[in-house]
């Protein structure tokens, strides 16, 4: 008996050898088929070149020896004619046993191509797989021991109520076999096995598994499923052209159970009917806020904007307040197609301004968003929104480009006779009262007028001060024009521009006044370039 066991390991071993040698050759040849057809194409023509050569170099000389082998054959065939049966089958018999040797090596190459061809063959229609001993019972065939360990936790899970029976001499091995397809199982039936040979006392049932735990199982599976299906009856009255399902993974397995594994079907349609998470309310109190209720109850602002829309316009003491839904035992995916409005933004066109200073810009025309309508498909995990894909887009309206000035001159002291800044008085320069340096650290020029003479932008730029210093400027105003340059105006009665306004050459900015440290109606106008306070004159026409 041994020695037919260590033959039959033998025997294994040699076809594992043949197969893993086989299919060593099949990767060789499928990895360099090419080059082998190439070359084989080549030795053929090289050949077939070769002996057409040597047919026509050894013609005569292979005639003749034709002729003399057909002479040497009817000789024989004479010398065989005059002899008895049993001479001639003597003859014969020396003749093969003379001829073994050469027998033998032309025919076991072909021998051996033959047997490799079989073994490939027989282990292709084979499989490896582990077979598995459980108490020295082999109870089935599987791909790796991970199918035996899901199998050992579910056996677990199903024998929850009540205590498992285990083999007294528990003993699990695995041997790699090499077995046909067919006879390999997966976990949840090898599970089956395992609790048939436990000695349990066992039962055909459906179990319920919900993200792979067991709940238990039942012997009405089809009423089990129509509980399932009343849970999701009113999400689709609700969303008639939806696609309504369970966002849990749901099975349903027909299998060997314990008989305390197997419950009564209310039970079970009670769990999965069940919440697992009440609604979680807050009552508002004197005071409160949106901001404040997120700050005590550690309830993310947009979520509870999200679960209250209304929070923000009505909000009253004693009202109560959603932080959080309640969570049904079962998660419902509901996935539609929804259709929704989307602006377009609008692209900027750029214009050059030669008589606006570098640096300056301003908006000559608005730019008018367009509208597009947008049809998605989207997701939702118990009401909240998972995921969205768009399918398709169609523009109800197109968008309307915004136009921008820039300004491309740039002011320097050659610019003496240019319009790069105007007069900010209408005839200022014959009104000039107080020059550049007209008395010790006056820095500008003073223009004087009646009260309330329009005092205009010296050029395009944008406001940055417009402000009342009841000492010193009083009532001024800093335009800055861009390339470092800005212009001021004091004094004035009225301002009629504020910070952050862009305004024109031209544009009036204010009333004349004497405000602040003055004498008199007048314009304080300054220029200064990075900072440097430079002679308005020089500048100006």
């Not at 027998?103 to 033959?114: C, E, G, K, R, V």
């Amino acid at each position: 008996m041994k020695f037919i066991l260590k033959l039959k390991k033998l025997q294994e071993k040699a076809l594992s050898i043949l197969y893993l040698t086989g299919c060593f050759i099949i990767r060789k040849y499928r990895k360099n088929k090419k080059k082998i057809v190439l070359a084989t194409c080549k030795t053929r023509t090289f050949i077939k070149k070769y002996l057409s050569k040597i047919y026509i170099k050894n013609k005569n000389s292979l005639l003749n020896k034709i002729n003399s082998k057909k002479i040497k054959i009817n000789k024989a065939k004479q010398e065989i004619s005059g002899l008895s049966f049993e001479e001639k089958l003597t003859l014969a018999a020396n003749k093969i046993w003379a001829a073994r040797i050469s027998l033998f090596q032309y025919s076991a190459p072909i021998l051996s191509a033959f047997l490799l061809i079989y073994c490939v063959n027989h282990f292709n229609a084979k499989t490896w797989a582990i077979m598995v001993e459980y108490d020295d019972n082999v109870i089935g065939y599987v791909n790796s021991e991970n199918d035996f360990i899901k199998a050992q936790r579910d056996v677990e899970q199903r024998i929850v109520n009540e205590e498992y029976i285990a083999p007294e001499k528990p003993n699990t091995k695995f041997t790699l076999m090499s077995v046909a397809p067919e006879q390999v199982i997966d976990s949840f039936s090898l599970s089956n096995q395992i609790i048939k040979a436990s000695g349990n006392e066992i039962e055909d049932a459906s179990g319920l598994y919900v993200d792979g735990k067991f709940l238990g199982a039942v012997k009405e599976p089809n009423a089990l499923l129509a509980t399932m299906d009343s849970i999701l009856e009113p999400y689709r009255k609700d969303n008639p052209e939806a696609k309504v399902s369970f966002a849990n993974k749901i099975e349903l397995k027909e299998g060997l159970y314990p008989v305390s594994g197997v419950v009564d079907l209310n039970k079970l349609n009670n769990v999965i009917s069940s919440e697992i998470e009440g609604e979680t309310l807050y009552t508002v109190e004197e005071g409160d806020s949106p901001w404040a209720i997120s700050d005590k109850t550690d309830v993310p602002y947009q979520q509870l904007l999200s679960l209250n829309p209304n929070i923000k316009t009505k909000l009253m003491p004693g009202q109560e307040v959603v932080l959080s839904q309640a969570k049904s035992y079962l998660d419902v995916k509901i996935t539609k197609e929804e259709t929704h409005i989307e602006s377009i933004a609008y692209d900027t066109e750029k214009v050059s301004d030669s008589k606006a200073l570098k640096g300056f810009s301003a908006i000559v025309k608005e730019g008018i968003k367009g509208e597009k309508e947008v049809v998605s498909q989207t997701t939702y995990i118990n009401g909240k929104a998972i995921s969205s894909e768009v399918i398709s887009e169609k523009i109800i309206k197109e968008p309307k480009s915004q136009v921008v000035s820039y300004g491309t001159n740039v002011l320097s002291n050659s610019q003496a006779s240019s319009t790069a800044l105007m007069w900010p008085v209408y005839g200022g320069k014959w009104k000039i009262t107080c020059g550049w340096y007209g008395y010790s650290g006056h820095k500008a020029i003073d223009m004087a007028s009646s009260y309330g003479t329009p005092i205009m932008a010296a050029a395009s730029g944008t406001v940055v001060m417009a402000a009342n210093s009841y000492t010193g400027y009083g009532r001024y105003i800093i335009i800055d024009h861009g390339s470092g340059v800005q212009t001021l105006y004091a004094h004035n009665s009225q301002l009629l521009v504020k910070p952050g306004d862009k305004v024109l050459q031209g544009q009036v900015i204010a009333k004349m006044g004497s405000t602040g440290n003055s004498s008199g109606n007048h314009c304080h106008f300054e220029v200064r370039i990075y900072g440097r306070y430079v002679n308005p004159i020089n500048y100006l026409p």
